[in-house]
């Protein structure tokens, strides 16, 4: 099979090949997928440039947690009704050194979810990492029907589908952060009711404007930069709300305010896909798939690169300024 792999860490152009590698066979439990796309996320880029861990985990790794495409092969255990079932895949490279950019790959059957007839290869593979977390961030820490949702980020991977799972749920109020137009048009697409360009906008007033002069009025906050957000979550959030965060790159190591944290009784959420119960995993995929089957979801995608793009693929993603996916083409 042709597959694009690397063998060290490093720069995307540095160290990643493409080229044929022997076609796996699933194990117990498994199922094998034909994948016909697979998505990059920021995780799979942080992993190949060695960005926390410096040291191969496999000898050789094929990247990317996400994808989709048709079970072609099934193992021991798995019913054979399985067989040409068209899914879409989450966790493939997680403690396992073969992912999605390769024409085939294995992964237990529970990662691969049954994608409804009618939508694209391409949307399945933008699901996965970015969709699960947003789902997580929303729901954690009960329903949100009837409150108010603040998205950091609303035009991010995670951000977009948290503004619809919010919507969704019920929110009677979804308001996102972006930082230019473009994102802007993104989050009001998605369903956010108001939109704050923080770079420009005072955030904390304008929360307060939109809750119609009440500062703090935020139920909970889904958060893609926890230290350089958590001044101003610490003054719209209510009493008893809720910081549910799954990044915070430009502050690695923030100062915790143990004593305003206390004093409004807060929840801070980490989340974390891969590291998720079962069972939170299982309520995301059922609420993404049911969400698909009813048209629910909408989806962002910058651009579809072949497989042998690479590359420029992972460098796109690094990029951190186009908006939506970027995915590969798997021929």
């Known amino acids: 099979m ?7 860490k490093g720069p995307a152009r540095d160290v990643l090949r493409v080229g044929e590698r022997p076609t796996p066979q699933p194990a117990v439990g498994e199922v094998r997928v034909r994948v016909h796309a697979s998505a990059v996320n920021p995780s799979d880029t942080k992993a190949r440039g060695g960005l926390r861990i410096r040291e191969m985990p496999f000898p050789l790794v094929i990247p990317h947690q996400d994808g989709a495409g048709i079970i072609d092969a099934v193992g021991p255990g798995v019913d054979a009704a399985r067989l040409g079932e068209r899914v879409w895949i989450y966790e493939a490279n997680l403690n396992r050194p073969f992912g999605t950019a390769a024409q085939y790959t294995c992964v237990p059957a529970h990662k691969a979810v049954a994608l409804p007839d009618g939508i694209d290869f391409t949307i399945g593979a933008c699901l996965g990492i970015p969709a699960m977390t947003a789902h997580r961030c929303v729901f954690a820490d009960g329903p949100v029907d009837g409150r108010t949702v603040l998205v950091h980020g609303g035009a991010g991977a995670v951000g977009y589908y948290a503004v619809q799972f919010a919507r969704l749920g019920g929110a009677a109020r979804v308001i996102a952060t972006v930082s230019r137009p473009q994102q802007a048009d993104r989050a009001r697409e998605a369903g956010a009711g108001a939109v704050i360009d923080y770079r420009s906008e005072d955030l904390a007033a304008r929360v307060r404007e939109i809750c119609g002069g009440t500062q703090a009025c935020v139920d909970r906050v889904i958060d893609v930069a926890f230290g350089a957000n958590l001044a101003v979550n610490l003054t719209v959030l209510r009493p008893s709300g809720v910081i549910a965060t799954y990044a915070s790159d430009a502050q690695p190591e923030p100062k915790i305010p143990f004593w305003p944290l206390l004093a409004k ?16 995993h299982a309520d995301a995929a059922a609420s993404i798939t049911d969400a698909l089957k009813r048209g629910a979801l909408k989806h962002q995608i910058h651009r579809v690169f072949e497989l042998d793009e690479i590359v420029a693929a992972h460098e796109a993603t690094e990029a951190m300024t186009n908006v939506g996916k970027v995915l590969l083409r798997i021929g």
């Open 265 to 280: 009784d807060l929840t801070v959420r980490f989340v974390l896909v891969y590291a998720m119960p079962e069972q939170a």
């Open 2 to 8: 042709r597959a694009a792999y690397y063998e060290s």
